[in-house]
């Protein structure tokens, strides 16, 4: 993917979705070998925005500015390259699953996504896709536009087109949060947050809405815990160029007691 360059502004160049389900289970997957960073570790369907995702039609977007409309494709072409979720209706709202199962079908033989919503007359149905925060990584590099996507019941995965997750399932926030403190699986601080904010308000969607809808705070953007008791920082350092800082490791703190492995930094910061 050709994700754009958009370091000083406050405009997202990714997208990312959490497909939930009724019951509060998400759909998430893991980052596999081939992808460009962070194999292993627990992941929401996304990715960077393409040039194609301005010009894709939305059931209910299209009357919001293009930054926002280029975000809500990119998530729902995200989710349907990666975990074969294809969100599509009729320009009226009705949805016709044969006319659907054909588009994808199409998809899954390489056809361009922009070309088969023209063919078979439909668009991309973003009802139920809600923004969640910007998260801009500490690098400036990308700003990923967070969504919830409300599902009325659990549909039927099939073979996506990519192979940019493995073991895609259903799987209750308070059950990831489980497997992360007990080493079994591997969270980003932007879906940990996500994991940890669904988890404490599990029968209450809105109120996770209105929490993971604040922008995180400079320490939530910083720190990154793959598991709990063990927490990488990045720290400035006179490290070899082009890179400009080197990790340092904070071990325990649950009981109140830590030991910090630090890159010996000349700053004070």
Known sequence: MSARSDQDSDTANAAAVVPRLP?????????????????????????????????????????????????????????????????FARADGRRDPAVSARAAAALL?????????????????????????LWRVPSGRFAVQQFLLALDAEPELTKPATDELTAVRWVTPRALLADWRAGRAFLLSPIRRVVTGLAA??????????????????????????????CILAARSATLPPATHTNAVLLGGLSGSAFIIDPAAHWAD
């Open 201 to 230: 308000h599990e029968g209450d969607p809105a109120a996770a809405m209105r929490e993971l809808s604040q922008p995180p705070t400079d320490a939530e953007r910083a720190r990154l815990d793959l598991v709990e008791g063990a």
């Open 23 to 87: 019951d509060g289970r998400v759909l998430v997957g893991e980052r596999t070998h081939t992808a460009r960073s962070w194999p292993g570790t627990v992941a929401f369907p996304g990715g960077g925005l393409e040039d194609i995702d301005r010009h894709l039609p939305l059931l209910e977007g299209e009357g919001l500015p293009e930054e926002t409309r280029a975000a809500r494709a990119c998530a729902l072409r995200e989710l349907g390259e990666e975990v074969a979720l294809w969100r």
């Open 109 to 133: 033989d390489g056809a361009q996504l922009h070309d088969v919503l023209a063919r078979e007359q439909l668009v991309l149905d973003d009802r139920g896709l809600m923004p969640l925060t």
